[in-house]
């Protein structure tokens, strides 16, 4: 398989749902895309605006200011002491990086690529991307022997699920034991909301109680898009394990997957600033308390959701029929389909909304 046989876009078949939600009297609800909706923050901008003299070529690699945001961001953030400049690398966004990942580590036909049964449709889209065959699967135990590629993901898109340290060593023992890289996407780990994490932090792969104190195998994928509202920017990184992150590199200088220079300083700026990132969590923390209980409220049964964006939630039957009743109400959701095929009579619901517009779902889920 190719980019010529991949399947159409999948939210295109959204469209006759959104249709029907814009035909509400007081207007659509638009819960579907996580995509920010609040504004950049200062301190980002700012430094965007300084770096816009940017005459020449910008570096793959990452200017050193950059890279040393990341690995301090890890330590101070993620309990990750462990990173130097040549175990991270900037990236044109996070979705770009899971597309391309199998390509980049040389993947193709007869290899197995692994993935939560609960997922990004990406994860998927980059082994066939390749001529690989894409497994999913969430128990280590029962990861082929011969997978090349396993991805996790935590907290988890579309499902809110949380790995925890002992989780992560088990994926990371059973990863090595078979000889496959574990890439873990962890771009929504600033944003935990249940216990323990509304206290403590999601942990990483590269967390030395996962990891086991060694990086090898081991590769960390983040976004700024969620805590920082970078969306627009494409500013993401991954780290890890340095002969990984080089042959990342090399294969990245040749394809000529660079970061724009602007970029790299509002991200070097949004790495070293917490509290901007501690007043996004309030305002989605706020819009999650009030539209969950709306969600249950209307017959839904939320499942984890204990972090992220999103609220992940059944009704019992099947996930476009809900879409449906939501869209009679003007709201428009994601359908579980689009989430891999064992969970197809769930909805996602994002947070990536206005309070207006947030409190006017909660207000029509409760009526409903």
């Not at 007869?110 to 939560?116: A, I, K, L, Q």
């Not at 497994?135 to 991805?151: G, M, R, Y």
């Amino acid at each position: 398989m190719g980019v010529a046989d991949l399947a159409e876009y999948p939210w295109d078949s959204v469209a006759p749902y959104a249709a029907r939600a814009r035909a509400h009297p007081d207007g659509m609800v638009d819960l579907s895309v996580g995509s920010p909706v609040d504004p950049t923050p200062p301190v980002i901008a700012e430094a965007l605006a300084r770096a816009t003299d940017a005459h020449a070529y910008p570096q793959t690699v990452g200017t050193p200011a950059l890279r040393e945001a990341i690995a301090a961001w890890y330590a101070r953030r993620r309990g990750v002491t462990a990173l130097g400049a040549e175990n991270v690398l900037p990236t044109i966004g996070s979705k770009e990086l899971v597309a391309l990942l199998p390509l980049l580590l040389g993947l193709g036909p007869g290899d197995v690529v692994v993935h939560p049964r609960a997922a990004y449709p990406t994860y998927e889209v980059g082994a066939k991307l390749v001529g690989a065959t894409p497994v999913a699967a969430d128990d280590p135990a029962e990861w082929p022997v011969d997978a090349k590629l396993v991805w996790i993901n935590s907290p988890g898109n579309p499902d809110g699920r949380v790995l925890d340290a002992a989780a992560l060593r088990a994926a990371a023992d059973r990863a090595r034991e078979i000889g496959a890289v574990l890439a873990s996407d962890e771009c929504y780990a600033e944003l935990g909301w249940d216990a323990p994490w509304d206290r403590e932090p999601i942990p990483s792969v590269l967390d030395p109680r996962a990891s086991g104190g060694s990086l090898g195998g081991l590769l960390s994928v983040y976004s700024l898009s969620k805590q920082s509202n970078l969306a627009g920017y494409r500013a993401a990184f991954v780290a890890g394990d340095a002969d990984l992150v080089a042959r990342l590199l090399t294969a990245r200088k040749h394809l000529g997957l660079m970061l724009p220079a602007p970029v790299q300083a509002a991200m070097a700026a949004a790495l070293a600033d917490d509290a901007h990132v501690e007043e996004q969590k309030a305002l989605y923390r706020r819009r999650r308390d009030v539209l969950r209980p709306a969600v249950e409220a209307a017959g839904f049964r939320v499942d984890h959701s204990e972090a992220g964006l999103y609220v992940w939630a059944t009704e019992g039957r099947d996930g476009w029929d809900s879409l449906g009743r939501l869209a009679d109400l003007g709201i428009l959701a994601g359908p579980g389909h689009f989430y891999g095929a064992h969970f197809p009579e769930h909805v996602r619901f994002s947070l990536t909304a206005t309070d207006e517009r947030i409190d006017e779902a909660a207000d029509r889920l409760r009526r409903a």
